[in-house]
C-alpha cells in the first residue's frame, strides 16, 4: 500500500517538474507527438467554442406548445454569469480552487503546496488542478470530443495529458476573462444522474434555478462535483453531507474572495440535504416521458419520422432543437380513453389501436396515436415499448379493403349508384394460382341480391367486391390502395408485416404474384396509422400527403430547421373523391354496418366509413372521416398465440376464445371510433362530405 503511495506522490513530483519546463520553456517541448496532440486539442477546444457546439437537450412540445418529451445525452440548462448565485460561485471556488481569481490558468503555489502536504501525510490528499484546468478537461470530454475515443483520450491518466490541460488552460487565461471561465466551467461540469451544468444541476436537485440557490444548496452542489458518483446525495446522503459541511466551512474562509460568514456557515450546515423526491431532472426519450403510458407511440413515430428526414439520433439528443408537434392533447385523451374504455389495458392479449389525421391540402397532421395498451416497459401493466399504432402489424384490416376496389372502379368511370350482382357464395374462375380459382361467402347476416354500390359499401357483400374486382382488376385494386395511403404496408414489408430484406418481395408484389383475390377482404398486414390517412386522402379531394408529426423544428438559436418529407400527390381525382366519400357516407345509418355504434354514441353528421373484420375474426377494423378529421381503430389478437376475439356486448370487454370468434368492425372498433370522434367533434360545425378541406 506505502509503495503505491510512494510511487503516486514520485509521479506528482515528476509531473510539477515536466509542467514548469514545459510552461516555461516551450521550445523544449515544441516538437513530436506530443505538442501535436496538444495542438489538436487546443484546436478542438476553439473551434467548439467558438460554434458554441454545447450538447443541449431536445424539447418536444405538443401542438400547443406544452412539454411532450425531451431527447438528451446530457441534461444541461446553459445559463449565463449573472443568473449564477455568488454563492455557487463562492462554493465551488472555495472547495475546488480557492486561489482560482489569482493564478494564470495554473497554480503553481497550490501545486507545491499539495504535492508538500501529500508528502508529509504519506498518502494523496490533495490535487492541483485548477477551475480553468478542469474546465479544460470537462469541455474536452464532454463538448468538443465527437466520438468515444476522443473522449477517453481527453481524461486519460497521464503527463502528457496533464501537461494539454496546462497549456490550454494558460491560454484560455489570455483570451476569457476569469468570469467566463468560472462560468464556463460550471455550465460543463458533471453533477451526476446524467445531469451536467449548475442550471440543470439545480433544477434536478432542488426543483430551482441558479440564480435562487442558497449557501447550503450551493455548498451541496459543489461537493458532488468531487465525485458525483459516491457523493449522490441519494445513494449516498451522509457522504454528500459530510462534504457539503465541509465546503461551508471553506465558504467562510476569509481568504476567499466571494465568502460568508461564520454565522452564515453555522446556520447552513444545520439545514438537511433538502433535495427534492422524484428528482427534477425531465424524463429522458420515449419511455419515460411523463405521460409516457399515453403519449409514447406518438413519440416513437416522431422519431421515426425524424430519423427518415435525415435527423441522427445524436442530433436529437444533443442539437438542442425545439419540436412542436402536431398532436392534439384533446384528440389524444378522447382516443386513449375510447380505446380503453372498449379494451382494458390489462385485456390478455388483445390490442385497441387507434390514430387521428387531420385532412389538408398542403399536410395530413397526426393528431393522435394511441391505444388500449400502456406505452412501457412494464408487461405486467400492459404496457408495450414498441410502435403498435404506426407501425404495420401482421394483422388485416378485412373489409376496409373494399375501398380501394370501390375506388378503382369509380377510377375506370363506374358511378356509386350503379347496381353490382351479390349472389350468398361465388367462386371466381380468375383467382388462385394459375387461375384455379377462389371461393368466396357472404358473412352471416348479409342478405344475397343485386345493390348499388354504395349500398354495397355500407352492407359489405364479399361476393360483389370479389365479382368487382375481377372487373377492375387485381393489380389495379393493388396499385390503389398503395396509392390512397397503404405506402409502408404494401411496399415496404412482406406478406408477413416484416420489414424486406434484401431480394424480399414487398405485400403488393406477393399479391399480384400470387394472384391473391382474398386482397379485397383485407387479408394483408396493415399500420392503424395509414388507414386513417387514407380516410384523409379521400376527405383531402383525393391529395394524398405524408402523415406528420411535425409542426415546426427550431435549433437552438430560435432558427427554423427545414425537415424533408415527400411532397403531396394528387392520387385520385377530387371528383372521384368526392364520389368515393358519398359511396361510404351509408355505413353508418340504418342497414350499415356500424349503425349501432353510431346510434349508441348520438352521432348526427355526415360520415364516410367502412367496416371491417377478418374471416377469423382475429382482428376487426373501423374507418371514418368528416372533412375535418379522419381516423382509423384496429382491434386485434396481439399476443404470441392469436385467437379469435369473442364480444360479449356494450360495456362488456372482448376476450380470446380459441378458433373462433364473433367480433365485428362495427362493435368494438366501431364503438371505439365513434366515442373518440364525438368528444374530438365536439363544437366543430357539421360540415357535407362535400366540403373541401379547412385545414392547411
Known amino acids: 500500500m506505502r509503495g503505491g503511495v510512494l510511487v503516486k506522490l514520485f509521479g506528482l513530483c515528476v509531473l510539477t517538474g515536466v509542467l514548469v519546463a514545459s510552461l516555461m520553456l516551450p521550445m523544449a517541448v515544441g516538437a513530436g507527438a506530443f505538442v501535436n496532440r496538444t495542438t489538436t486539442a487546443m484546436s478542438r477546444m476553439s473551434d467548439s467554442l467558438e460554434k458554441q457546439r454545447m450538447p443541449l437537450m431536445t ?65 494523496v490528499k490533495e490535487g492541483a488542478s485548477t477551475i480553468t484546468q478542469q474546465y479544460v478537461k470537462n469541455y474536452l ?234 406505452y412501457g416497459n412494464d408487461l405486467s401493466k400492459g404496457q408495450k415499448a414498441r410502435d403498435i399504432v404506426s407501425k404495420v402489424q401482421p394483422f388485416g384490416a378485412g373489409s376496409v379493403f373494399k375501398i380501394f376496389t370501390a375506388a378503382a372502379a369509380l377510377q375506370q368511370g363506374m358511378s356509386i349508384h350503379d347496381v353490382i350482382p351479390t349472389p350468398p357464395s361465388y367462386t371466381s374462375p380468375v383467382y388462385g394460382p394459375g387461375g384455379s380459382g377462389y371461393t368466396v361467402h357472404n358473412a352471416a347476416g348479409v342478405a344475397p341480391g343485386p345493390r348499388t354500390l354504395q349500398e354495397a359499401l355500407a352492407t359489405s357483400p364479399n361476393t360483389a367486391f370479389v365479382m368487382l374486382e375481377e372487373k377492375v382488376g387485381l393489380s389495379n385494386v393493388v396499385d390503389m390502395a398503395t396509392k390512397l395511403g397503404m405506402r409502408r404496408s404494401m411496399t415496404k414489408v412482406d406478406s408477413h408485416g416484416k420489414s424486406l430484406q434484401k431480394g424480399e418481395l414487398s405485400e403488393a408484389q406477393t399479391i399480384k404474384r400470387n394472384n391473391s383475390g382474398s386482397f379485397t377482404l383485407g387479408v394483408s398486414s396493415v399500420s392503424v396509422l395509414e388507414l386513417s390517412n387514407v380516410m384523409a386522402t379521400i376527405m383531402s379531394d383525393g391529395l394524398w400527403c405524408p402523415p406528420t408529426p411535425v409542426e415546426s423544428v427550431t435549433d437552438r438559436n430560435g432558427n427554423r430547421v427545414p425537415v424533408k418529407q415527400k411532397a403531396c400527390e394528387q392520387v385520385i381525382s377530387p371528383r372521384i373523391a368526392e364520389a368515393l366519400a358519398k359511396g361510404m357516407s351509408k355505413d353508418h345509418l340504418p342497414g350499415g354496418t356500424s349503425h349501432a355504434a353510431a346510434q349508441a354514441a348520438g352521432w348526427d353528421r355526415p360520415l364516410a366509413a367502412k367496416t371491417g373484420t377478418t374471416q377469423r375474426h382475429q382482428s376487426a377494423a373501423f374507418v371514418g372521416a368528416t372533412p375535418q378529421m379522419a381516423g382509423a381503430v384496429l382491434t386485434y389478437a396481439s399476443g404470441s398465440n392469436p385467437q379469435g376475439i369473442c364480444v360479449v356486448g356494450p360495456g362488456n370487454p372482448p376476450y380470446l376464445c380459441g378458433g373462433g370468434g364473433n367480433i365485428y368492425g362495427g362493435t368494438v372498433p366501431g364503438r371505439t371510433w365513434f366515442n373518440a370522434m364525438t368528444e374530438i367533434h365536439e363544437g366543430l360545425p357539421a360540415v357535407p362530405l362535400s366540403a373541401a378541406p379547412r385545414s392547411p
Open 59 to 123: 424539447k418536444v412540445t405538443d401542438r400547443n406548445g406544452d412539454p411532450l418529451a425531451y431527447f438528451f445525452e446530457d441534461y444541461r440548462i446553459p445559463t449565463p454569469a449573472d443568473e449564477i448565485s455568488d454563492t455557487m460561485k463562492a462554493a465551488i471556488t472555495a472547495i475546488e480552487d480557492k486561489r482560482f481569481w489569482q493564478h494564470h490558468g495554473v497554480d503553481w503555489q497550490g501545486t507545491m503546496r499539495a504535492l508538500a502536504t501529500n508528502i508529509a501525510s504519506g498518502t
Open 141 to 374: 470530454v464532454h463538448v468538443a470530443a465527437d466520438n468515444a475515443v476522443e473522449a477517453q483520450d481527453a481524461k486519460e491518466t497521464t503527463i502528457a495529458r496533464k501537461l494539454r490541460e496546462a497549456r490550454i488552460a494558460v491560454g484560455l487565461e489570455r483570451t476569457m476573462t476569469k468570469e467566463e471561465i468560472l462560468t464556463g466551467y460550471l455550465n460543463v461540469v458533471p453533477f451526476g444522474n446524467q445531469t451536467f451544468g449548475v442550471g440543470a444541476a439545480a433544477q434536478t436537485y432542488f426543483g430551482t434555478t441558479p440564480d435562487k440557490l442558497t449557501i447550503a444548496q450551493s455548498a451541496l452542489l459543489a461537493a458532488i462535483v468531487n465525485a458525483p458518483g459516491a457523493l449522490n446525495p441519494n445513494t449516498h446522503p451522509q457522504d454528500a453531507l459530510h462534504r457539503r459541511n465541509l465546503v461551508i466551512d471553506r465558504m467562510a474562509n476569509p481568504g476567499n474572495r466571494i465568502r460568508i460568514t461564520q454565522e452564515d456557515a453555522k446556520r447552513a450546515k444545520k439545514k438537511p440535504l433538502g433535495i427534492i423526491s422524484p428528482l427534477g431532472r425531465p424524463p429522458n426519450g420515449c419511455v419515460s416521458i411523463g405521460d409516457g403510458t399515453t403519449d409514447g407511440f406518438f413519440c416513437e413515430y416522431l422519431k421515426s419520422y425524424l430519423e427518415r428526414a435525415g435527423f441522427t439520433e445524436k442530433q436529437l439528443n444533443t442539437g438542442g432543437y425545439t419540436i412542436r408537434t402536431t398532436m392534439d392533447r384533446k384528440a389524444t385523451e378522447a382516443a386513449k380513453a375510447a380505446a380503453e374504455a372498449q379494451v382494458p389495458t390489462l385485456t390478455k392479449g388483445i390490442s385497441n389501436a387507434m390514430a387521428v389525421v387531420e385532412p389538408g391540402t398542403k399536410k395530413h397532421k397526426v393528431r393522435a396515436l394511441v391505444a388500449n395498451k400502456d
